[in-house]
């Protein structure tokens, strides 16, 4: 690579950046206290062709883990419609289950259920009802 377009790629990303620093900054780098400096960092991308669930296959999803009779069938429900970690992260969000950045499969899979079917069953537990379905 050239000289000339090494500079320009150093000055645009400088200039990126410079236009991001608050009054604040600057006047820390007007005093003298603190200087900057340039690091490379890998962008974070987004692969190509991933579809995110739609509202309405989510409220499906819902619809049909409420009707379970149990955790098992939920769980196979959840395995046959969610295909990786990302589309159950969605899920939970979309039913406001906290997931931990470290949480396995699994483990998300596990509180979707106990937050859908889990909640039904123990509420009917409690209250006595017929568990069956018809």
């Known amino acids: 690579m050239n000289v000339a377009r090494l500079s320009k790629l150093i000055l645009k990303a400088l200039a990126e950046q410079a236009s991001q620093l608050s009054e604040e900054d600057i006047q820390k780098l ?20 991933v579809v ?23 769980h196979e429900l959840i395995s046959g419609a969610l295909k990786n970690k990302k589309e159950l992260e969605q899920f939970a969000k979309h ?12 483990q998300i899979k596990e509180k979707i259920i106990e937050a859908t079917v889990g909640a039904i069953l123990r509420s009917n537990a409690i209250q006595g009802k017929n568990i069956t379905r018809p």
């Not at 995110?52 to 939920?74: T, V, W």
């Not at 039913?95 to 699994?106: A, I, M, N, T």
């Open 52 to 74: 995110e669930l739609s509202k309405a296959q989510m409220d499906e999803l819902l619809s049909r883990l409420q009707n379970c009779e149990s955790r098992e069938r939920g």
């Open 95 to 106: 039913l406001d289950v906290l997931v931990l950045k470290q949480d396995k499969v699994d």
């Open 30 to 49: 007007e005093k003298g206290s603190h200087e900057l400096s340039l690091s490379l960092v890998k962008k974070k991308t987004t692969p190509v062709g």
